[in-house]
């Protein structure tokens, strides 16, 4: 899981298993609250998700800005990048 869009499909496939979406809905610029109806337990299990695919937790603060689908990508991104 290295790239935005392996992220993104990982993403999606999770997030239609999980919370029992149409993958039609998911897209980059989907709202998690608004769009996809992702509450804030909803978003913890996502968190925990994440951390079984990565190894590495997103912090809760970090998470708390993030409002799209293309949000979580870039936080996971950043998360698995090596440190330079």
Do not use: C
């Not at 990982?10 to 897209?27: H, I, M, N, Y």
């Not at 996809?36 to 695919?53: C, G, N, T, Y």
């Not at 937790?57 to 409002?67: C, D, L, S």
């Amino acid at each position: 899981m290295q790239t935005r869009d392996d992220i993104f499909n990982t993403l999606r496939d999770a997030l239609v298993e999980l919370f029992e979406l149409d993958p039609e809905r998911v897209s980059l610029e989907s709202n998690l609250y608004q769009d996809l109806e992702i509450d804030s337990i909803d978003a913890v299990d996502l968190i925990d998700h994440i951390k079984r695919q990565t190894g590495k937790k997103i912090a809760a603060e970090e998470f708390k800005t993030v409002r799209t689908v293309s949000d979580v990508v870039e936080a996971v991104y950043r998360l698995v990048q090596p440190a330079a």
